[in-house]
C-alpha cells in the first residue's frame, strides 16, 4: 500500500512539478543546442520506429496500434529514464 501511494504521488505530483519548475527556471540564452535535439529526438526516431515495425510486422497488427506501440516506446520512460542517467553523466548542474 505505501508503495502505490509513493507510485502514484511520483507520477502525479512530484515528477510534473519537477519538470514545471525546471522549465520555469532555464534560461534559453544563445544558440539552440543543435546536438542535444538531434540526440534526443534521433533517439525517439528509431525507437519510435523500431517499435512500430514490431509491432505491424512482426506481430501482425494493424498500422493504428503500430503508432500506439512507437509513442508509448519512444516516451514513455523519457524522465524516469533521462533524469537519472543526466544527473549521472553531468551531475546536478546538468540537470537544468
Request: proline share 3%.
Given at each position: 500500500?505505501?508503495?502505490?501511494?509513493?507510485?502514484?504521488?511520483?507520477?502525479?505530483?512530484a515528477?510534473p512539478l519537477?519538470?514545471?519548475r525546471t522549465?520555469?527556471?532555464?534560461?534559453?540564452?544563445?544558440?539552440?543546442?543543435?546536438?542535444?535535439w538531434?540526440a534526443y529526438?534521433?533517439?525517439?526516431a528509431?525507437?519510435?520506429?523500431?517499435?512500430?515495425l514490431?509491432?505491424?510486422?512482426?506481430?501482425?497488427?494493424?498500422r493504428?496500434?503500430?503508432?500506439?506501440?512507437?509513442?508509448?516506446a519512444?516516451?514513455?520512460n523519457?524522465?524516469?529514464?533521462?533524469l537519472?542517467?543526466?544527473?549521472?553523466?553531468?551531475?546536478?548542474?546538468?540537470?537544468?
Amino acid at each position: 500500500e505505501l508503495g502505490e501511494g509513493l507510485g502514484e504521488f511520483v507520477f502525479r505530483v512530484a515528477v510534473p512539478l519537477l519538470l514545471f519548475r525546471t522549465i520555469a527556471e532555464a534560461e534559453f540564452a544563445g544558440d539552440a543546442p543543435w546536438r542535444i535535439w538531434v540526440a534526443y529526438f534521433g533517439g525517439v526516431a528509431v525507437t519510435w520506429t523500431g517499435a512500430h515495425l514490431i509491432a505491424t510486422i512482426g506481430f501482425k497488427r494493424d498500422r493504428r496500434i503500430g503508432v500506439l506501440a512507437g509513442v508509448s516506446a519512444g516516451f514513455a520512460n523519457t524522465v524516469f529514464i533521462g533524469l537519472p542517467l543526466v544527473a549521472r553523466v553531468v551531475g546536478q548542474d546538468g540537470l537544468v
